[in-house]
């Protein structure tokens, strides 16, 4: 095994080796209404692993994914970096890959490494620290570690598929930033400091599973940063990520609820950029979107959302706990919804429960 690895690897025992409770949550609060009852791993793992089938030209069916040839093929990248850098172009890596300088901006794989990988991915191994922590189960650093590393691994197997040979891109993710943001998100001001100032949170979709045909709809993990407008105390000026970026304004309604209005562009489309085909060099086609958002002490509560796509035209998202419903004496939240529009007037919607790992009441119509 290459050297770089291990050094990669050694930057994870500091978290490991220090497991203790920390205190108090930053992003994980255990509410029982909107995208938080949502939170747990395998969610985590999901929406991670198989976000980038939100793109309109890949499938939608886990099982048609090469597996086999994805994992051997990123592995086989981990274990020589320094070959593959070279091979692939060592300024042309690190202008593309750290440094925001380069011209095509389809190559600019800085700005999802710095926000996604870095900041929401140090976010994710954070909430998944304190899910741990809140149902009481030991080991939650080494825990959460597997977690994150297991979704940014499948996500990395998902992408590459059935290519086989040189693939950088693993080699930045999961060989610097990923390991990075456990470390960063380790320190109490970074996670004090994204929590209060930012309101950094996950507004994950609703990820549900077909009981057809077993495709997958409605994957994605987003995440939200909030800044508060000096002098207008009412007013914020809010910014989503995930596969898409979008910039708006948010008014604070009351103590507890926000509605946010954006827009900016979605990824749409993978496309190859190289003329080598030894060499896997995967852009982003860009289409226009726009959304609407209301929260609830940062919780998502529902969500509508336009793009300029051929699949997911329109899509609702109405989180679990919208409606608290009284039977008795006994008080239950309401189930979410979602509903996906496609421009061939295909609709696909959907039940989600609270707690549930994996929503399969998906269906078209």
Same mark, same amino acid.
């Given at each position: 095994?290459?050297?770089?690895?291990?050094?990669?690897?050694?930057?994870?025992?500091?978290?490991?080796?220090?497991?203790?409770?920390?205190?108090?949550?930053?992003?994980?609060?255990?509410?029982?209404?909107?995208?938080?009852?949502?939170?747990?791993?395998?969610?985590?793992?999901?929406?991670?692993?198989?976000?980038?089938?939100?793109?309109?030209?890949?499938?939608?069916?886990?099982?048609? &994914?090469? *597996?086999?040839?994805?994992?051997?093929?990123?592995?086989?990248?981990?274990? =020589?970096? %320094?070959?593959? @850098?070279? !091979?692939?172009?060592?300024?042309?890596?690190?202008?593309?890959?750290?440094?925001?300088?380069?011209?095509?901006?389809?190559?600019?794989?800085?700005?999802?490494?710095?926000?996604?990988?870095?900041?929401?991915?140090?976010?994710?191994?954070?909430?998944?620290?304190?899910?741990?922590?809140?149902?009481? &189960?030991? *080991?939650?650093?080494?825990?959460?570690?597997?977690?994150?590393?297991?979704? =940014?691994? %499948?996500?990395? @197997?998902? !992408?590459?598929?059935?290519?086989?040979?040189?693939?950088?891109?693993?080699?930045?993710?999961?060989?610097?930033?990923?390991?990075?943001?456990?470390?960063?998100?380790?320190?109490?001001?970074?996670?004090?400091?994204?929590?209060?100032?930012?309101?950094?949170?996950?507004?994950?979709?609703?990820?549900?599973?077909?009981?057809?045909?077993?495709?997958?709809?409605?994957?994605?993990?987003?995440?939200?940063?909030?800044?508060?407008?000096?002098?207008?105390?009412?007013?914020?000026?809010?910014?989503?990520?995930?596969?898409?970026?979008?910039?708006?304004?948010?008014?604070?309604?009351?103590?507890?609820?926000?509605?946010?209005?954006?827009?900016?562009?979605?990824?749409?489309?993978?496309?190859?950029?190289?003329?080598?085909?030894?060499?896997?060099?995967?852009?982003?086609?860009?289409?226009?979107?726009?959304?609407?958002?209301?929260?609830?002490?940062?919780?998502?509560?529902?969500?509508?959302?336009?793009?300029?796509?051929?699949?997911?035209?329109?899509?609702?998202?109405?989180?679990?706990?919208?409606?608290?419903?009284?039977?008795?004496?006994?008080?239950?939240?309401?189930?979410?919804?979602?509903?996906?529009?496609?421009?061939?007037?295909?609709?696909?919607?959907?039940?989600?429960?609270?707690?549930?790992?994996?929503?399969?009441?998906?269906?078209?119509?």
């Amino acid at each position: 095994m290459n050297k770089m690895v291990y050094v990669c690897l050694c930057l994870l025992w500091p978290a490991i080796l220090f497991a203790q409770d920390l205190e108090p949550r930053y992003f994980y609060r255990g509410l029982n209404y909107g995208s938080e009852t949502l939170v747990n791993p395998v969610t985590m793992i999901l929406h991670g692993g198989y976000g980038i089938l939100q793109a309109e030209n890949r499938t939608s069916f886990p099982d048609e &994914i090469d *597996y086999r040839t994805g994992a051997k093929n990123v592995w086989t990248n981990l274990r =020589h970096p %320094l070959r593959m @850098i070279k !091979e692939y172009g060592t300024e042309d890596f690190i202008i593309e890959q750290f440094l925001p300088l380069s011209a095509d901006r389809r190559k600019a794989y800085y700005w999802p490494n710095y926000t996604t990988h870095l900041i929401g991915g140090g976010m994710s191994y954070r909430m998944m620290v304190e899910w741990y922590q809140a149902h009481g &189960i030991v *080991y939650a650093k080494p825990l959460a570690i597997t977690t994150i590393m297991t979704y =940014h691994y %499948l996500n990395e @197997i998902v !992408e590459n598929n059935g290519f086989v040979g040189n693939n950088t891109d693993p080699i930045a993710d999961l060989l610097f930033f990923d390991p990075l943001s456990i470390v960063l998100f380790s320190s109490e001001d970074i996670c004090r400091f994204f929590s209060e100032t930012f309101s950094l949170s996950e507004w994950a979709f609703q990820f549900s599973v077909s009981p057809h045909d077993g495709g997958i709809q409605n994957q994605g993990q987003n995440f939200m940063m909030r800044y508060s407008v000096p002098y207008y105390s009412s007013l914020n000026v809010i910014y989503l990520f995930g596969n898409h970026g979008q910039l708006g304004l948010s008014w604070k309604k009351n103590s507890r609820d926000y509605i946010s209005l954006t827009y900016g562009y979605a990824s749409n489309r993978l496309v190859e950029l190289g003329d080598d085909e030894r060499i896997l060099q995967l852009g982003t086609e860009l289409v226009p979107m726009a959304g609407i958002y209301y929260d609830r002490n940062r919780s998502l509560m529902f969500s509508f959302i336009y793009t300029q796509r051929q699949d997911h035209l329109l899509r609702l998202n109405l989180y679990p706990g919208f409606k608290q419903w009284q039977v008795g004496n006994y008080s239950f939240p309401s189930p979410g919804l979602f509903l996906l529009l496609e421009r061939d007037r295909n609709i696909i919607g959907g039940i989600t429960f609270g707690y549930l790992p994996i929503q399969i009441m998906g269906a078209g119509f």
